[in-house]
């Protein structure tokens, strides 16, 4: 993908979720069953890295399971980021800081270098190019501890009625589908205002392409939330070093 269409698709949805951040947050009042599900097998004392984290709702559902660790979110909005600091943690040291991963240097805002857990849920898949993905992929493997576990969801809107219904021409932002890599799609937002994004309908071969390459093992998949526990697609990965 031209450096060009990478910076046009990034910028579309840079703009979306700032300008539609409180809309978008309305809509995110739950975690999803595929989440909470992998929030109950994180130790009670880790140390947490939330890649992408929204609007914090993950700090209340770690809460209600009495979590006593430490929790670093980051997100590129501000408007969301600003939903997540309205909850205040007793237990849980808790930092949220404003980072946008697809730039240069982000790691080096947060307060800690290293992470026994690593999360990236609904993250990747707004990511434009393959060298993107792979790029942050080999970033976080550098920040995961010695037995540490990433967990990592996407979006699969092929999977989903209501999503396909959703998905709309590259020639409504001046773009052509050959600009853009096999699996990428513009949907758009009906919640309040119009909007759109760019999303990449992930699958199972080429996450396995890049664990293998970033030096990752998959340990689990599996399918969940949305219209017949289709929508997410959740792996957990480990440190190939770590499983002897």
């Known amino acids: 993908m031209k450096p060009e269409v ?8 840079r703009v979306f979720y700032e300008a ?8 995110r009042q739950r975690l999803q069953p595929g989440v909470k599900k992998i929030l109950h097998l994180i130790p009670q004392h880790s140390s947490i890295l939330d890649v992408g984290c929204g609007n914090g709702w993950i700090v209340r559902e770690l809460d209600q399971l009495g979590f006593k660790g430490s929790y670093v979110g980051i997100d590129a909005s501000l408007s ?6 309205k909850y205040k943690s007793a237990a849980i040291k808790t930092d949220f800081i404003q980072a946008d991963i697809t730039l240069s240097g982000w790691e080096e805002l947060l307060p800690t270098t290293t992470y026994d857990i690593l999360l990236a849920f609904a993250v990747f898949h707004h990511l434009p190019s393959k060298s993107l993905r792979m790029e942050l992929y080999h970033t976080l493997r550098k920040m995961i501890r010695s037995g540490g576990v990433f967990f990592h969801s996407y979006w699969q809107p092929l999977k989903s009625s209501k999503m ?15 600009d853009v890599e096999e699996g990428d799609y513009l949907l758009d937002w ?11 309908h ?3 071969i080429e996450l396995l392409e890049a664990a293998e390459k970033c030096g990752f093992v998959l340990v689990e998949e599996f399918y969940s939330d949305g219209e017949n526990n289709q929508l997410g697609y959740y792996q957990i990965w480990r440190p190939r070093s770590t499983l002897g």
Do not use: C, D
């Open 6 to 13: 990478v910076a046009r698709l990034l910028e579309l949805n």
């Open 20 to 27: 539609m951040g409180s809309s978008f947050s309305q809509t």
């Open 80 to 85: 969301l980021l600003s939903e997540a600091k």
């Open 164 to 178: 396909r219904h959703r998905i709309q021409p590259w020639a409504l932002i001046g773009m052509k589908p050959e």
């Open 190 to 200: 009906r919640h309040g205002s119009h909007g759109l994004r760019y999303v990449h």
């Open 202 to 204: 992930t699958t199972p």
